[in-house]
């Protein structure tokens, strides 16, 4: 609800604030200028009110708004409050709303951690390479979030299998790099690793 204010204050602040403005809005004579001109009951004192006065004359002189009625001087008028209001509600309600949605967000708690399939392929030296060995070395590795699947040997040619091994990784505790890192440290068994799939579950 508008807050009310006299006639006085009314025109008091409006002084104020014509100080570093020529009209109400904009930078030329408008609508807003024509309501406030008829809200005046008579020209401002130009001693006590020198901007208003300035622009109370130049209104008048650059529109065909006619004298308004003499007004009471304890007279209730809205002094631009509706606009503020609106504004006002709109921002509260949008605080609400944005308030309960954290609530209900925090209510659920933590979702599922996000997880990946990753699928590599493990490479031995030779073919002399003992193959049993090497997933018994890969599946020694042990990170939290990392979880070992199925595996099989794949040929490659000239008599040499590659280990295809499966796993399935947490994806905020366990990089793809860091597995690569810590099977390439089997030297003796490994010659390369190769991320051969990568999906999202």
Aim: hydrophobic share 40%; with cysteine.
């Amino acid at each position: 609800m508008p807050i009310p204010v006299s006639a006085a204050l009314f025109e008091k602040i409006l002084n104020g604030y014509l100080e570093d403005n020529s009209f109400i809005t904009g930078s030329d004579l408008s609508q807003d200028d024509k309501e406030v001109f008829a809200a005046i009951s008579a020209a401002p004192n130009a001693e006590k009110l020198p901007h208003l006065a300035r622009w109370y004359s130049h209104v008048k002189s650059q529109s065909d708004v006619a004298a308004p009625a003499a007004a009471e001087e304890d007279e209730d008028i809205d002094l631009f409050g509706s606009d503020d209001e609106v504004d006002e509600a709109a921002e509260q309600l949008k605080q609400q709303r944005l308030a309960e949605y954290h609530a209900k967000k925090a209510s659920k708690g933590p979702g599922p951690a996000a997880k990946s399939m990753v699928t590599l392929d493990v490479k031995p030296w030779d073919d002399e390479t003992d193959l049993v060995e090497m997933e018994k070395q890969v599946r020694s590795i042990k990170i939290e979030g990392l979880e070992w699947k199925a595996s099989q040997l794949v040929p490659i040619g000239f008599g040499i299998k590659k280990l295809r091994i499966s796993c399935v990784i947490v994806d905020e505790l366990v990089s793809t790099d860091l597995i690569e890192e810590q099977i390439t440290e089997f030297e003796d068994f490994v010659q390369s690793v190769d991320v051969e799939a990568f999906q999202k579950l």
